[in-house]
């Protein structure tokens, strides 16, 4: 079936500095692929649907600058949070669609704790 | 706007039971409709797809339906164990040309031994 790899999945980083998620898939390409948000106890959200070789179109109050996202390859995206404050921790997870629509459904990856300190 | 409701919100059952979990969508104009679980701390993993043409899925112990029309799938786990434990999200995949998956909020399911 169908995998999503989702590196690395734990991060602890410093106030100010910058951190990159990378969510690839497998075994097979991906044109669309999706960043969610987690809170303890809640439900995801979406924060963006990146499209490979085009710009990334973000959810409704998700900062754009803060969150960049780059879907390069058909099999590669990223997710680079700049500038990371504590408020910023949470778990990510990146999913994605494959081209035949509707046969594979869509994929997770296993997620990434972030914690800013 | 689709929405997507999940009945009951958490349920706790002793170990050897069969239990249906029940998903709601607002608008039946669908692609597929999606269950996965996920576990504290960790992804989602898909655990039955069901096109919009299609009226059920199995794998294994569990048991999917889909009644498009009436806007409500099922999931059915037969002989609950232990590891069944863990929360169980729906969710469905609008027709209309977004690909956003919408979320129902999940039922967290507790299987005790």
């Known amino acids: 079936g169908a995998v999503v790899s989702q590196h690395p999945s734990r991060v602890i980083c410093k106030s100010g500095t910058s951190v990159k998620i990378e969510c690839r898939s497998l075994?097979?390409?991906?044109?669309?692929m999706f960043w969610y948000r987690q809170f303890p106890k809640q439900s995801l959200m979406l924060m963006a649907t990146?499209?490979?070789?085009?710009?990334?179109?973000?959810e409704q109050g998700v900062e754009k600058d803060k969150f960049l996202i780059n879907h390069a390859s058909l099999t590669l995206s990223t997710l680079t949070v700049t500038s990371a404050h504590p408020e910023d921790s949470s778990f990510y997870i990146c999913?994605?669609?494959?081209?035949?629509?509707?046969?594979?459904?869509?994929?997770f990856g296993s997620g990434t704790r972030l914690t800013v300190v | 706007k689709q929405e997507v409701t999940q009945i009951p919100a958490a349920l706790s059952v002793p170990e050897g039971e069969n239990l249906v979990l029940n998903c709601s969508f607002t608008?039946?104009?669908?692609?597929?409709l999606q269950w996965f679980r996920q576990d504290p701390g960790k992804g989602l993993t898909s655990l039955l797809l069901?096109?919009?043409?299609?009226r059920e899925q199995t794998s294994g112990r569990l048991n999917a339906s889909l009644d498009k029309s009436s806007g409500r799938s099922t999931l059915y786990i037969a002989a609950s164990q232990p590891g069944d434990s863990a929360t169980y999200l729906c969710?469905?995949?609008?027709?209309?040309?977004?690909?956003?998956?919408?979320f129902g909020k999940g039922t967290k399911l507790t299987v005790n031994p």
């Open positions: 999913s994605a669609r494959g081209r035949d629509r509707g046969n594979y459904g869509y994929t």
């Open positions: 075994d097979f390409q991906a044109t669309t």
């Open positions: 990146s499209n490979e070789g085009s710009k990334a179109t973000y």
């Open positions: 608008d039946s104009a669908i692609y597929n």
């Open positions: 069901i096109q919009s043409s299609q």
């Open positions: 969710a469905v995949w609008p027709q209309g040309g977004s690909e956003k998956l919408v």
